[in-house]
C-alpha cells in the first residue's frame, strides 16, 4: 500500500465529458510515495457511470489521457518535488482508494511525468 501525502479534494468536482462522450466526475486527487521503492507519484481518480457497460479500450485510452494532463499534470506542477509519475484511476463507481472491488468495473493508467508531459508508461 502507499503512503498518502496531502489532502484529497474536499468535494466532488462536477461531471464533464471527457472525450469519448463520457461523463466523468474527479472524485479526488491523492499524492503517494511508493514505500518500496519511494517513487512519489499523484493518483487522479475518476467517477465514470457509463463505464459498467461494455466499452472498448480505445474510448478510455484518449480519456485517460486527457485526465492525466488535465488534472494530473497541474497537480504535479503544485508540487514542492515533482511526481515521477500519474496513475488514472477511472471507477464506475467509489470504491475506497487500495480496497478490491470485483463487482465494479475500473480502469487504471500510468503515465511518467517527462518535461511536463503524460508519457504512457505500462502499469
Known amino acids: 500500500m502507499a503512503l498518502l501525502s496531502g489532502p484529497a479534494l474536499a468535494q466532488e468536482e462536477a461531471a464533464?465529458?471527457?472525450?469519448?462522450?463520457y461523463e466523468v466526475r474527479l472524485h479526488e486527487i491523492l499524492t503517494e510515495t511508493q514505500p518500496f521503492d519511494g517513487t512519489r507519484q499523484v493518483v487522479v481518480r475518476l467517477v465514470a457511470p457509463a463505464i459498467a457497460a461494455p466499452v472498448t479500450a480505445p474510448n478510455l485510452q484518449a480519456d485517460m489521457e486527457w485526465?492525466?494532463?488535465?488534472?494530473?499534470?497541474?497537480?504535479?506542477?503544485?508540487?514542492?518535488?515533482?511526481?515521477?509519475?500519474?496513475?488514472?484511476?477511472?471507477?464506475?463507481?467509489?470504491?475506497?482508494?487500495?480496497?478490491?472491488?470485483?463487482?465494479?468495473?475500473?480502469?487504471?493508467?500510468?503515465?511518467?511525468?517527462?518535461?511536463?508531459?503524460?508519457?504512457?508508461s505500462l502499469f
Open 67 to 120: 485526465a492525466c494532463e488535465t488534472w494530473g499534470l497541474a497537480e504535479a506542477a503544485n508540487q514542492p518535488e515533482p511526481p515521477e509519475r500519474i496513475i488514472v484511476e477511472m471507477m464506475a463507481e467509489i470504491v475506497p482508494r487500495g480496497e478490491a472491488s470485483p463487482d465494479v468495473t475500473r480502469f487504471f493508467e500510468t503515465y511518467l511525468v517527462i518535461d511536463a508531459s503524460c508519457i504512457w
Open 16 to 21: 464533464v465529458l471527457a472525450p469519448s462522450g
